[in-house]
């Protein structure tokens, strides 16, 4: 397995919620499309978000980590109010994210869109000057190039890849600098039987002090690798429990049966 | 610089060198990257300035050197450091909108201010507004305002996109005019400032076409070679990536906003440079200096170069000059818009990356007529 994001103090010291939801709403208009929506993620913690399309997982997701403002209700980051911080401020706390569609700089390189994401939270953001000798923003982008498993194509411009690589090179950037909580917004969409299982192992070699909010249609994964579920329905939390009290639950059942495959 | 461009030249390092390793199959990734005209490399240390040196820059450099020497004092002076002047004014504009997707229309505002500022400070015909410092003081205070000016203008604009920028910063720009024109305590309203001279130094006089030359052609070169490498170091790959993606820019952690009013600060240097030279030029500023034609004129020069690379600036000044030196002679005044407006429409039409874009292309049909000629690429590797 390739190496570990390097532990900080900090973090090793941290204990307590990563995060925190109270009561979070988000409206468009007359639309609802999170209402208030409470639960907390340990930190170390891993959950699950499931519901059915339009459920309103992704605008969770924009509204912690900023893209989105909260109609009401507060986002706690490892204790501090982040509901009013602007998403970079968050990024660099050690906020993470994926997005459902890949949202990737078509036009350069794998690599190079690495190397922007461990930019994003390093040091010289504003430098004028070219960093001299051996760059250490450049051997994380290849150390992140190597976890992600994309080596081989570094040097493609993301246009040219397949969408299961895309969605690997959109894991790769989260996991860029120190990430501390990620949100991944259906990783596993349109991925192969092969790619899931890799998606899986993946998930599950993140270090253990690294927490993460997973959304995903599909159950097998979704249940495997979290401790938490929460089901969300038009924008309100339906139920929340362990993987297995979920699974038995026969409210989910219909729900999931329902859906015409798994997405 | 269009984006695919910036891959090419990203991967012109590192991606040559791994070329066989790409998947297999990806034939347009790998054969744009043969013929990329890159000889930049984002943010990778180039093992020496010097191994970024073509033949091409060594000829320009040497007529740009050259050119006093044979050129009449009136073609030195007129075309060649007028050319240069404006062609920094012009790189302002296109560090802006060519890399950081940002169209000011204010920049001739920027310059005019240090220009302003450098008659105000400075020594000029009037002796009561003027407070006639040296100008080893007046320039670099009349450099600090400017560079205030055009970060204020970057405060007021970036939150705003593509029309709305514009409308903005023109908007900065006619206000500049009309309080040159009509304020007299400060400004002299619209008779400006006369008799604002480039100074003599280590006896020197660089009131004279050559040696003004010279010294427009250091700014010019100077001004250059800071954007080249700035375009490579962290502030400028992330610059690029805010014109493509700001929303994915800020979800990576870059203060897109700040990024932005950074580059206009920035681009406020390179103006206001070029607002001094313009000044020394013309040997005085007026309301004329900044009004709305020249506002404009800016951005033409811009688009008529291209805004993909920083030369483009330079040679759209070039045409733009030599269009307004000698259509004059061949037409009346009034016509002359005419012509400019003429010749931009054109340009723009058929080549939307201006004169370097139709250079491009046609390098393109000539290696496509000579395939060996991409596969043999004259550029040594580093
Ligand atoms: N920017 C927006 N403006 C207006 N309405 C929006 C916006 N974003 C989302 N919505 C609406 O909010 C609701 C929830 O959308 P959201 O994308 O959060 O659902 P989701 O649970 O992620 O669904 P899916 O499983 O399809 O991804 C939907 O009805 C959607 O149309
Ligand atoms: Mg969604």
Known sequence: MASVTELQPRELLTTGDALRLEGVSRSFGALRAVEDVSFSVAAGGRRAVIGANGAGKTTLFNVITGDFAATSGRVRFFGEDITEHPPHERIRAGLRRTYQSSLLFRDLTVRDNLFLAVRGVARGRFSLLRPGGASTTRAAAEDLLERVRLTAVGDEPVAALSHGQQRQLEIGMALAGAPRLILFDEPAAGLSPAERRELVALLRALPAHMSFVLIEHDLEIALRVVDRVTVMHNGRMLKEGTPGEIENDPEVQQIYMGRTGRA | ?382
């Open chain 2, 1 to 382: 610089m269009s984006a695919v461009q910036w891959r090419n030249a990203m991967n012109a390092g590192a991606g040559r060198a791994a070329l066989g390793k790409g998947l297999p199959g990806r034939g347009p990734g790998v054969s744009s990257r043969a013929k990329g005209a890159g000889d930049e490399i984002v943010e990778r240390q180039t093992p020496s300035m010097w191994a970024a040196v073509r033949a091409r820059h060594v000829v320009v450099l040497a007529f740009l050197l050259a050119f006093p020497f044979f050129a009449t004092p009136f073609l030195t002076y007129q075309i060649g450091a007028q050319s240069l002047a404006l062609g920094l004014i012009a790189l302002s504009l296109t560090f802006l909108g060519g890399y950081g997707g940002m169209i000011s229309l204010a920049q001739m505002t920027v310059a005019g201010v240090a220009g302003y500022m450098l008659a105000i400070f400075g020594a000029s015909g009037e002796a009561t507004l003027s407070l006639g410092w040296s100008w080893w003081i007046a320039v670099p205070i009349a450099i600090a305002i400017s560079m205030l000016a055009g970060t204020f203008v970057g405060w007021l604009s970036v939150r705003t996109e593509g029309i709305y920028t514009i409308m903005i910063t023109l908007a900065v720009g006619v206000a500049f005019y009309y309080l040159c024109l009509q304020n007299y305590s400060v400004f002299n309203g619209f008779q400006g400032f006369q008799r604002v001279y480039a100074p003599t130094l280590l006896g020197v006089n660089f009131r004279n076409p050559v040696p003004f030359y010279f010294l427009a052609l250091a700014c010019a070169l100077g001004g250059y070679l800071l954007i080249q490498y700035v375009l490579r170091a962290p502030f400028g790959v992330a610059l690029q990536g805010i014109r493509d993606n700001p929303r994915r820019m800020n979800a990576l952690g870059f203060h897109v906003t700040a990024h932005r009013i950074a580059a206009y600060a920035l681009a406020a240097f390179l103006a206001a440079v070029g607002g001094i030279l313009l000044v020394w030029y013309n040997g005085l500023i007026t309301p004329n200096s900044v009004g709305t034609s020249w506002l404009i004129n800016v951005l033409i020069i811009a688009v008529l170069g291209g805004m993909k690379h920083p030369i483009g600036a330079f040679v759209g000044a070039v045409i733009f000059v030599l269009l307004q030196t000698f259509a004059i002679d061949l037409i009346d005044r009034e016509r002359f818009n005419l012509v400019v407006g003429g010749v931009f429409l054109a340009i723009v039409l058929f080549s939307p990356d201006g004169l370097l874009g139709l250079w491009a292309r046609l390098r393109e049909r000539i290696s496509t007529t000579r395939p060996q000629a991409a596969l043999h690429p004259r550029r040594s590797k580093p």
